[in-house]
């Protein structure tokens, strides 16, 4: 069987969103950017069934700007097979939608035929945590989501889902679409060998309209502003003190 | 503009708090009507319809719908929602899964974890775990929304309203539910508490953490904690706070031995007041909390627990 793996190129985690003075967005310029970190557990998933002879093969696919080939580079070092980018903005700062995302990945569903598709729960810039249930609803197959394990059987997939009061095991028939959350596994690195590899690796690009998908958005982004900030308070000398303002502010 | 709000129902059990504040989140727009789906909903109906704002509570009884599956629900949810204008869900496991599935399904977008209501199709949003705030304004012809809850408070309960069974057919030929291993305590629910202590990878161990649990005890509060904890196996995956566990916003919240990364504070920072014990005076978590104490959570935390 094969497997798609969606990846986004975002904001890496660990550098601090700037909000533009303008009010446009988060500056994106001269920073550094990442694969989504949820992408990568989904890839490193993929690429443990694969390595249990559950799969043949992995295709990852990028949609964004040409610089997501970088992105795809890191997905084809990890281990998948091949990639696919689908150059769909020529700006970083134009973020795409997940219903469009969904419906560029549904062409491409129908195109490469996978049997699993795992897709990162959320992206890590605009959290709306909703490509994976968008994707899975358009091509009408099973959705299980927040996986924190997954097993492949023969016709169906066994996924523990993270949810609010613990956890819910359910089966998904295949083929099917999982959203991945932190829990599934710890990605590899790439290895330099590896990362020599990934150069010779088939990376196809194409466009949307390759696609014959329409590039819509349905929400405007009006502005983006700094959220309310916290002030810096109090060292306090010791315990004592503590106490006292703990005491102070429950049931207040 | 007619507005819907699905009720979270597990098991036949609603999530009042969630529930609750969703409608409040909603009846910013007017009043509501509210769909229960669930294999036991006379209950969690009764309750609805006492909150305020709440104009029709409409019932979905079906064993198909126990575990509010994505699929159960949504096939069902496409007919029901095709007269509204807006439907409101939580922003939680249940509405993170079943909302964007309805979307997919109809082509609309969905507007997630909204913080505030601004019109009928402009809302604001947290991005980026919470460090910048987007406004959007939604040109879909169903406005479909998750409510990030802890922004707002729950409803009185002062209302009457109708309550009337529908109808609707629904299969699931996809998924099967196959156990729940949900986690019961007898503390306040994390979402909802007044008062949170969360610990950290600081904390050391599982057994260590009775010493955050202890505390919370004394407290009447709820347990958090950071994802190394949860990572480390210290706290079940239902405590983690954060841009990818639950928000909250108690009257206090404790963090000891917790650093403070920006995915954590994504998590609590909206909390009213916010203690923080760390022995490295430089730790980030300071820089937001009100009150810190730079000391050993191993000698702070049960002396602490000792003279409250
Ligand atoms: C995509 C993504 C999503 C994430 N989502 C979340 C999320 O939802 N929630 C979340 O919490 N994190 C999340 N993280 C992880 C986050 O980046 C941090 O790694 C995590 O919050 C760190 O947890 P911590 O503060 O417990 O551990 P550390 O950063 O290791 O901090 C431990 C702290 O304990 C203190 N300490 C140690 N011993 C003692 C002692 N004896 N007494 C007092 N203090 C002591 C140390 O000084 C230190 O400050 C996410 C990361 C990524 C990449």
Same mark, same amino acid.
């Given at each position: ?12 985690y660990?550098v601090?969103?700037r ?14 950017m990442?694969m ?9 998933e ?51 939608e ?10 491409i ?52 889902? &993270?949810?609010?009061g613990?956890l819910?095991? $359910?089966?998904? #028939?295949m /083929? ?5 959350? *932190?829990? @599934? ?28 998908? &329409? ?6 982004? $009006?502005?983006t #502003?700094? /959220? ?5 308070? *109090?060292? @306090? ?12 502010n429950?049931?207040? | ?29 007017g ?7 669930s ?43 095709s007269?509204y ?21 109809l ?19 947290p991005v ?12 879909d ?16 309960l ?8 529908i ?13 729940n ?8 629910e ?6 949170v202590v ?21 407290l ?21 706070v ?6 909250v ?60």
């Open positions: 069987m094969k497997i798609l793996v969606p990846v986004k190129r975002v904001l890496d660990n601090k969103a909000v533009k003075a303008d009010g446009s967005g988060i500056d994106l310029t001269n920073v550094k990442s989504n970190p949820f992408d990568e557990i989904a890839l490193e993929a690429i443990r069934i694969k390595e249990k002879g559950n799969a043949e093969e992995i295709i990852a696919v990028s949609i964004g700007v040409q610089q997501n080939q970088e992105t795809l580079r890191t997905a084809l070092a990890m281990g998948a097979d091949r990639a696919i980018l689908v150059v769909a903005s020529d700006d970083v700062h134009n973020d795409i997940p219903l469009t995302v969904a419906n560029i990945l549904t062409a569903t129908f195109k490469e035929s996978p049997s699993l598709i795992l897709c990162g729960k959320q992206a890590i810039d605009n959290d709306f945590n909703a490509t994976a249930q968008m994707l899975s609803a358009k091509l009408n197959w099973s959705q299980a989501t927040f996986a924190s394990e997954i097993e492949v059987k023969k016709d169906v997939v066994r996924v523990t889902r &993270e949810v609010d613990g819910q095991t $359910i089966e998904a #028939k /083929p099917a679409v999982i959203s991945v959350d *932190l829990r @599934l596994n710890e990605p590899r690195y790439a290895s330099l060998p590896n990362i020599m590899k990934a150069k010779r690796k088939p990376l196809e690009e194409i466009s949307p309209a390759d696609l014959g998908v &329409e590039m819509t958005q349905r929400l405007k982004i $009006i502005k #502003k700094e /959220p309310d900030s916290r002030e810096a308070g *109090l060292i @306090l000398e010791n315990i004592d003190q503590l106490v006292e303002k703990i005491q102070e429950v049931g207040g | 503009m007619k507005i819907l709000v699905l009720a979270e129902i597990n098991d036949g059990e609603l999530a009042e708090d969630q529930t609750s504040k969703t409608v409040s989140a909603a009846a910013t727009l009043k509501v009507d509210v769909l229960c789906a294999n036991k909903c006379a209950d969690a109906s009764t309750k609805v319809a006492k909150m305020d704002n709440v104009e029709n509570v409409l019932i979905l009884e079906d064993d198909l719908f126990a575990q509010s599956l994505a699929e159960s629900y949504s096939e069902t949810l496409i007919h029901t929602i007269s204008s807006h439907v409101f869900a939580p922003s939680s496991s249940f509405g993170k899964n079943v909302l964007p599935r309805i979307g997919g399904m082509d609309l977008m969905v507007i997630s974890d909204i913080s505030k209501v601004i019109s009928e199709d402009t809302f604001e949003r980026y775990a919470g460090n910048a705030i987007q406004t959007v304004q939604s040109i012809k169903i406005k479909l929304i998750s409510v990030r809850t802890s922004n707002y408070s729950a409803v009185p002062t209302g009457s309203a109708s309550i009337n069974k109808d609707c057919k629904s299969k699931n030929t996809l998924t099967t539910f196959i156990e291993k949900i986690q019961t305590s007898d503390r306040p994390l979402t909802s508490a007044k008062v969360s610990g950290g990878r600081g904390v050391g161990s599982k057994e260590n953490f009775e010493i955050i649990e202890g505390l919370a005890d004394k009447g509060a709820a347990v958090g904690a950071s994802r190394a904890a949860v990572d480390s196996g210290f706290a079940p995956n239902d405590w983690q954060g841009q990818t566990g639950k928000v916003a108690p009257d206090l919240y404790v963090a000891v031995g917790i650093s403070g990364a920006i995915q954590h504070l994504a998590g609590m920072k909206d909390s009213k007041v916010i203690v923080a014990i760390n022995k490295d005076e430089e730790a980030p978590i300071f820089q937001v909390a009100d009150f810190g104490l730079v000391d050993d959570l191993f000698k702070a935390v049960p002396e602490i627990e000792k003279k409250i």
